[in-house]
């Protein structure tokens, strides 16, 4: 069902509510991801100084029913100053539906908002040559009937893909995905536009394979992503296939640990290899950076790699087998890796050197929801923990440049969508601060 748009409130805050905050010990119900194939570039609108208390507000879903409750499940950038917000909407019956809108997130007006019947869990983000994005949704029909709907961004109309389960959409195929066709056993390449396949192939059994660059490899077989013809391939003997940071990986189980490498995926052979007591499970790639991070025991166990060529680029200390934060930048030149089992420190490298620059104070011991949503040239923007509290810090020298305060009490979202900071409520009751003080469930920053 289409809705009217609706214009986000511009609305006085005060400076401390504009960040929001997750209960201790509180879970999301449904687990949900995002990916992005082949995403347009973002860049980050940061304040030049702390932000002014002005911002907007959206109070939900536009078409939502009058009186009902609205929090954010969970949003995606689809372009510079706009993103997809999921909204869990109850209405006075408590009865819970699943609403998707487009959010300008330099003023909350909303351009598109619809009703699914669906519970969403995920989100891949498929953006073709000619700049159309199409959001393939990993969702649950009410009647169980579709695990995938094909959402243009653009309008906002939602086309459930019947009985195909996503399996990938590399940048390589540009906007298009592969997907299996439960009812066939098939795995082929689909446009979004038509739900039709380009070509197929016998899934034999293997209900995903792995996906790289560009192959799709099922077993010991493998096909190009782009036609769909087999390749002359060498099978890793009793290995496995993964895919990290758009490359196709490979591992096997050697003495007490792993053989790791990564895949020529013209013809199957390994392009280096590498001894690991690492699971292939635990080895990282580093959101804005081309390099991986392999965790390990030790002192200066966990190495920093090229995964092009394999090339140690430099180790620490830093990143233990219990660490789940990694993050970095191109542009700044750092990369973050959280330090120790009890995730409350991280710390900022040189990214060409891997020299310690300096550390950083990320959350009360265990709270390890807390890490960095983005970085620019100049700044780390990190948030979360059991305060709440978001930092600016500046990428020189670890200096925080200003911090704003949560302004709710449970339930709490950060992110940089669309290139502008939000701030939105999660979860389940009304989003109000301490003092009870009602909040709009999306707000601006700026």
Same mark, same amino acid.
């Given at each position: 069902?289409?809705?009217?748009?609706?214009?986000?409130?511009?609305?006085?805050?005060?400076?401390?509510?504009?960040?929001?905050?997750?209960?201790?010990?509180?879970?999301?119900?449904?687990?949900?991801?995002?990916?992005?194939?082949?995403?347009?570039?973002?860049?980050?609108?940061?304040?030049?100084?702390?932000?002014?208390?002005?911002?907007?507000?959206?109070?939900?879903?536009?078409?939502?029913?009058?009186?009902?409750?609205?929090?954010?499940?969970?949003?995606?950038?689809?372009?510079?100053?706009?993103?997809?917000?999921?909204?869990?909407?109850?209405?006075?019956?408590?009865?819970?539906?699943?609403?998707?809108?487009?959010?300008?997130?330099?003023?909350?007006?909303?351009?598109?908002?619809?009703?699914?019947?669906?519970?969403?869990?995920?989100?891949?983000?498929?953006?073709?040559?000619?700049?159309?994005?199409?959001?393939?949704?990993?969702?649950?029909?009410?009647?169980?009937?579709?695990?995938?709907?094909?959402? #243009?961004? *653009?309008?906002?109309?939602?086309? /459930? %893909?019947? +009985?195909?389960? !996503?399996?990938?959409?590399?940048? @390589?195929?540009?906007?298009?995905?592969?997907?299996?066709?439960?009812?066939?056993?098939?795995?082929?390449?689909?446009?979004?536009?038509?739900?039709?396949?380009?070509?197929?192939?016998?899934?034999?059994?293997?209900?995903?394979?792995?996906?790289?660059?560009?192959?799709?490899?099922?077993?010991?077989?493998?096909?190009?992503?782009?036609?769909?013809?087999?390749?002359?391939?060498?099978?890793?003997?009793?290995?496995?296939?993964?895919?990290?940071?758009?490359?196709?990986?490979?591992?096997?189980?050697?003495?007490?640990?792993?053989?790791?490498?990564?895949?020529?995926?013209?013809?199957?052979?390994?392009?280096?290899?590498?001894?690991?007591?690492?699971?292939?499970?635990?080895?990282?790639?580093?959101?804005?950076?081309?390099?991986?991070?392999?965790?390990?025991?030790? #002192?200066? *166990?966990?190495?920093?790699?090229? /995964? %092009?060529? +394999?090339?140690? !680029?430099?180790?620490?200390?830093? @990143?233990?087998?219990?660490?789940?934060?990694?993050?970095?930048?191109?542009?700044?030149?750092?990369?973050?890796?959280?330090?120790?089992?009890?995730?409350?420190?991280?710390?900022?490298?040189?990214?060409?050197?891997?020299?310690?620059?300096?550390?950083?104070?990320?959350?009360?011991?265990?709270?390890?929801?807390?890490?960095?949503?983005?970085?620019?040239?100049?700044?780390?923007?990190?948030?979360?923990?059991?305060?709440?509290?978001?930092?600016?810090?500046?990428?020189?020298?670890?200096?925080?440049?200003?911090?704003?305060?949560?302004?709710?009490?449970?339930?709490?979202?950060?992110?940089?969508?669309?290139?502008?900071?939000?701030?939105?409520?999660?979860?389940?009751?009304?989003?109000?601060?301490?003092?009870?003080?009602?909040?709009?469930?999306?707000?601006?920053?700026?």
């Amino acid at each position: 069902m289409q809705r009217k748009p609706r214009r986000g409130l511009v609305v006085g805050l005060s400076v401390a509510a504009v960040v929001v905050l997750i209960a201790v010990g509180a879970a999301v119900a449904v687990p949900f991801f995002l990916s992005e194939a082949n995403p347009a570039e973002i860049t980050i609108a940061e304040p030049e100084s702390r932000p002014e208390a002005e911002a907007w507000s959206l109070a939900g879903p536009g078409g939502a029913p009058d009186g009902a409750d609205a929090w954010v499940r969970s949003g995606a950038s689809i372009s510079q100053g706009n993103a997809l917000v999921i909204w869990d909407v109850v209405d006075d019956r408590g009865q819970e539906t699943t609403w998707l809108s487009s959010v300008n997130t330099a003023n909350g007006e909303e351009s598109w908002s619809t009703q699914l019947d669906a519970d969403v869990s995920g989100v891949t983000l498929a953006n073709d040559p000619a700049g159309q994005t199409h959001a393939l949704l990993t969702a649950t029909t009410h009647d169980s009937s579709t695990k995938l709907i094909v959402l #243009d961004v *653009a309008s906002g109309e939602a086309q /459930p %893909a019947g +009985g195909l389960d !996503l399996i990938a959409a590399p940048s @390589l195929l540009g906007g298009d995905f592969i997907a299996l066709d439960a009812s066939n056993n098939e795995i082929g390449r689909y446009r979004p536009s038509s739900l039709q396949p380009d070509w197929t192939v016998e899934a034999d059994g293997n209900s995903s394979g792995a996906v790289g660059g560009s192959s799709l490899v099922l077993g010991e077989r493998a096909f190009s992503l782009e036609d769909g013809s087999e390749r002359q391939w060498s099978p890793e003997p009793e290995g496995g296939y993964w895919e990290l940071g758009g490359a196709l990986m490979s591992s096997r189980i050697q003495g007490d640990g792993y053989l790791i490498g990564a895949v020529n995926e013209a013809d199957g052979t390994n392009l280096w290899t590498m001894e690991t007591t690492t699971p292939p499970y635990r080895i990282l790639s580093i959101p804005g950076t081309a390099l991986i991070a392999l965790p390990s025991d030790g #002192d200066q *166990a966990t190495a920093i790699l090229n /995964p %092009a060529d +394999g090339e140690v !680029l430099w180790r620490t200390s830093a @990143l233990t087998p219990d660490g789940y934060f990694a993050y970095g930048s191109e542009a700044a030149g750092v990369v973050i890796l959280q330090v120790g089992p009890d995730r409350s420190t991280a710390t900022v490298f040189d990214l060409e050197s891997g020299a310690q620059l300096f550390d950083l104070s990320v959350s009360e011991s265990g709270d390890y929801w807390r890490s960095a949503i983005g970085v620019t040239s100049r700044t780390i923007f990190l948030a979360g923990g059991r305060n709440g509290e978001l930092q600016a810090v500046d990428t020189s020298n670890g200096n925080v440049r200003w911090t704003l305060d949560n302004p709710f009490s449970n339930w709490y979202g950060f992110d940089a969508w669309g290139g502008n900071l939000v701030a939105f409520h999660g979860c389940c009751s009304g989003p109000t601060d301490s003092d009870g003080a009602f909040h709009a469930p999306l707000l601006g920053i700026r």
